[in-house]
């Protein structure tokens, strides 16, 4: 709650009584709002706050010193961890050295204001996202990146300042699309959501959106953020869409989403609060047909549930993000879909009878949503998970191999897009990239 | 000796606004409710609503449903129009969790 008085520009403390979360559930005994009623008069009366009025300043530089090198980097570990700006994994201290390495990758001033990061209200500048980088490993090449989905992230319309407290363990997903996700080496293929020591730029990007997101959102575990599970919250996911692979007539999703030309560099932000393998592709003698079918069946059932966190996307978020694999895609293709028909396939299959929606509750919070599109979709039975076939995000990414898809399922209140700003210096820092990594 | 100096990644924040300034006394006063709705708020806050009136002289504790009540409006500029329209001196929000 502090977090989310500072984050509209109040003094971070405010008149609050707090109780154990027990007296928040149904049939709880609230009894404790009797015996402490004195604190609820105090906060109306007498309660001020501890903070006076203040503007933005200058972060301080912090020293540590050691017997070694390998002395002074582990207290520098130690005290970010102490101060809770870590997220437990081994940080490279954001010396003005590597941040000014970083920043070298700025495509704007580094005191440029991007906004202020929910609920806490940490002001954002160029210069956040290159202590954030330099802390998570990253290159200054990976910078342009991490800003335009910064600055997507802190758009109303991302949903984020809800989102970064809620308890439905939400997470951003940054589809990348044209020529910088090769160019700086964001994994498209094999394991595009996993650790890649040869693609390393998702892991460090991810990271450094999760560390702001903790250090200057404040959304800290059980604190900031009320996440029960907090899955995929490590490296967040950030990967590019294999444009190489998209069959002939298929557009890149920045292209179908947000209309950015072809060929442009961009970045699409929605989130997501599950992640799930599909066995995509059949087991016996089927048919290229019936196998392209099937696929079609088994994915439309797996989004085929009553994700209730999901209808904050129901008029103009997504349901989710489906990843076909290339080679799924080209054969696909190869059998006349589309990605507008499967989608349509894919809202269509997935619609769930309205008695099943009833038996699990769903009808009830689909009333009090506060999308007037939401409430009327009760009248539909089978009910479609999202208004529109649309909604749905479909992406050619993954290894070139065709037995699996992945579905990020959707808490999503908006999708948003973000052209890529490069500085001049861009194929400089390539080459730099090239010369310290090897050979792409 | 090793040194190793580094920025603080916290950022700063910047307070735009000031808290509400308090009541001296809630004795003969017109204090409201803004409710979400949720976390037990319909029961919480009617038991504050009966504590306020039983404990405070000429006290004025409007009904709960004064005002429009759900996370969806509570926030809106339309309702703060709306308690700042009926002359509370205070209001309680609840309940988050």
């Known amino acids: 709650m502090t977090n989310a008085v500072a984050g509209l520009g109040l003094a971070p403390d405010a008149a609050m009584v707090t109780f154990p979360i027990d007296m928040f559930l149904p049939g709880s005994d609230i009894s404790p709002v009797e015996a402490r009623r004195q604190e609820f008069y105090h906060g109306l009366t007498r309660w001020r706050s501890a903070f006076g009025d203040g503007a933005a300043g200058e972060a301080p530089m912090l020293r540590v010193e050691g017997t070694s090198v390998e002395d002074a980097f582990a207290r520098a570990n130690h005290l970010m961890l102490a101060n809770r700006w870590g997220d437990g994994l081994p940080l490279w201290p954001p010396t003005r050295e590597r941040v000014n390495w970083i920043l070298g990758g700025a495509a704007q001033p580094r005191g440029r204001t991007l906004g202020t990061f929910p609920p806490r209200g940490g002001v954002t500048t160029i210069e956040s996202c290159a202590i954030a980088l330099a802390m998570a490993g990253g290159r200054p090449e990976y910078l342009p990146v991490l800003v335009a989905a910064v600055e997507a992230f802190l758009d109303p319309q991302s949903g984020s300042e809800a989102l970064q407290a809620a308890s439905g363990s939400a997470f951003p997903v940054v589809i990348v699309n044209g020529p910088i996700g090769a160019g700086i080496r964001l994994n498209a293929g094999f394991g595009c959501l996993g650790p890649d020591p040869q693609r390393p730029a998702g892991a460090s990007i991810g990271r450094a959106l999760r560390l702001l997101q903790q250090n200057l959102g404040g959304a800290l575990p059980g604190v900031g953020t009320m996440a029960n599970y907090g899955g995929l919250r490590y490296t967040n996911v950030i990967f590019a869409e294999d444009e190489a692979s998209l069959p002939a007539g298929w557009a890149p999703h920045g292209t179908e989403r947000h209309g950015f030309p072809p060929g442009t560099s961009s970045i699409s932000l929605a989130f997501a609060n599950g992640a799930t393998n599909i066995r995509r592709r059949g087991a016996k003698k089927e048919t290229p047909e019936e196998d392209a079918r099937q696929g079609m069946h088994r994915m439309a059932d797996f989004m085929r549930v009553p994700n209730m966190a999901g209808l904050a996307g129901y008029e103009r978020g997504t349901p989710g993000i489906l990843m076909i694999p290339g080679v799924v895609a080209q054969t696909m293709a190869g059998l006349g879909w589309t990605k507008a028909s499967m989608r349509e396939f894919l809202w269509e299959h997935s619609r769930i009878p309205a008695d099943q929606l009833r038996r699990a509750g769903g009808a009830a919070w689909i009333e009090i949503d506060t999308?007037?599109?939401?409430?009327?979709?009760?009248?539909?039975?089978?009910?479609?998970?999202?208004?529109?076939?649309?909604?749905?995000?479909?992406?050619?990414?993954?290894?070139?191999?065709?037995?699996?898809?992945?579905?990020?399922?959707?808490?999503?209140?908006?999708?948003?897009?973000?052209?890529?700003?490069?500085?001049?210096?861009?194929?400089?820092?390539?080459?730099?990239?090239e010369r310290d990594l090897g050979a792409r | 000796?090793?040194?190793?100096?580094?920025?603080?990644?916290?950022?700063?924040?910047?307070?735009?606004?000031?808290?509400?300034?308090?009541v001296g006394a809630l004795a003969g006063k017109r204090i409201g409710f803004v409710s979400n709705e949720q976390w037990q708020a319909y029961r919480m806050?009617?038991?504050?609503?009966?504590?306020?009136?039983?404990?405070?002289?000429?006290?004025?504790?409007?009904?709960?449903?004064?005002?429009?009540?759900?996370?969806?409006?509570?926030?809106?500029e339309e309702t703060a129009a709306l308690v700042k329209a009926s002359g509370v001196d205070a209001v309680i929000i609840g309940n988050a969790a």
Do not use: C
């Not at chain 1, 529109?388 to 479909?394: A, E, G, R």
């Not at chain 1, 065709?402 to 080459?431: C, K, M």
């Not at chain 2, 000796?1 to 308090?22: K, L, Y």
């Open chain 1, 371 to 433: 999308s007037k599109v939401a409430r009327e979709s009760l009248a539909l039975d089978p009910w479609p998970i999202t208004a529109s076939p649309d909604n749905f995000i479909l992406v050619v990414a993954g290894g070139g191999h065709p037995t699996n898809s992945y579905w990020l399922q959707g808490y999503s209140p908006g999708v948003v897009g973000r052209l890529i700003e490069l500085p001049a210096s861009f194929e400089h820092l390539l080459d730099e990239a």
């Open chain 2, 1 to 22: 000796m090793a040194v190793i100096e580094f920025h603080d990644p916290s950022g700063t924040i910047e307070v735009t606004q000031r808290h509400a300034p308090r």
């Open chain 2, 45 to 76: 806050l009617p038991l504050l609503k009966t504590l306020l009136e039983a404990d405070f002289p000429g006290i004025e504790v409007l009904p709960i449903d004064a005002f429009p009540q759900g996370n969806a409006v509570i926030g809106s």
